[in-house]
Nanobody, 127 residues
């Protein structure tokens, strides 16, 4: 059973930074795909960034490109989302997700589906 536990959310001012963490099982499988999604009230869920162990590819939504970075620490079974230059429109609940498969990060992030989800962590960007 794949398990995902997010942490690192909080409240920051515009221009600030946060790092989200997601501890997950099955981390070293070469058919493992991980993603960060977000959902604001009244909005559809958005794929923010994804990583595919299959081909080591990454994907970023245009809205976060250049500001967010996805990374991983194999020793800690953890995937991170470093978020810099945060904007009020980044306010949302952020979810870590995982899926078993061999697709590229862009494919899984934009088309889904992800079968395993964490409970989410809230990020609020406000002055």
């Amino acid at each position: 059973q794949v398990q995902l536990v997010e942490s690192g959310g909080g409240s920051v001012r515009p221009g600030g930074s946060l790092t989200l963490s997601c501890v997950t099982s099955e981390f070293t499988r070469d058919d493992y795909q991980l993603g960060w999604f977000r959902q604001a009230p009244g909005m559809e869920r958005e794929g923010v960034s994804c990583w595919s162990n299959n081909d080591q590819s990454t994907y970023y939504a245009n809205s976060v490109k250049g500001r967010f970075t996805i990374s991983r620490d194999n020793a800690k079974n953890t995937v991170y989302l470093q978020m810099n230059n945060l904007k009020p429109e980044d306010t949302a609940t952020y979810y870590c997700a995982a899926e078993i498969g061999r697709r590229t990060a862009q494919s899984i992030c934009t088309l889904g589906p992800f079968g395993y989800w964490g409970r989410g962590t809230q990020v609020t960007v406000s002055s």
